[in-house]
């Protein structure tokens, strides 16, 4: 197997264990020191356990099942380094009643230590309307 195409099978795992709200699984191949660029909050969360709070807190929104997609995938790689972009989608019913459907960008950066892919930085961005300062979360492209 490629590396490129180990890291898409390390995304898609991802996508699978965020599906199912298995937290283990969706953390399980993030550095320990790994740097988040979120869309919400602070600037930068760093550290495994600060991203698997934010995961845990933007999970427990959902009381029920979430879908989750990850969309339009692209991976490359070199034998140290690779790189994944895709727009993310998910849907579902928050606690709170309202419905969400949401799109966002995302770039993840790994290296490979150890022979295992992990990822060292993750960055999530949506676009924004420049007159209204609203988040444009239900963009197709």
């Known amino acids: 197997m490629t590396n490129q195409e180990q890291i898409e099978q390390l995304i898609r795992g991802q996508e699978l264990a965020v599906q199912q709200k298995n937290i283990d ?50 991976v490359m790689a070199s034998d140290e380094l690779g790189f994944g972009y ?13 419905a ?19 990822i060292t930085h993750e960055h999530s961005s949506v676009p924004f309307d420049p007159h209204s300062g609203q988040a444009l979360i239900k963009l197709e492209e």
Not at 86 to 98: E, M
Request: proline share 2%.
């Open 86 to 98: 895709s727009f993310n989608h998910v849907k579902g019913a928050l606690a709170n009643g309202d």
């Open 25 to 74: 699984g969706a953390m399980a191949n993030y550095s320990a020191d790994v740097v988040s660029f979120d869309v919400i909050n602070t600037l930068q969360k760093i550290g495994l356990q600060a991203c698997r709070e934010r995961l845990e807190s933007w999970l427990a929104q959902f009381p029920g099942p979430v879908s989750y997609h990850i969309e339009k995938l692209s």
């Open 100 to 118: 969400i459907d949401m799109r966002w960008r995302s770039t993840i950066c790994l290296s490979k230590q150890n022979d295992q892919w992990l």
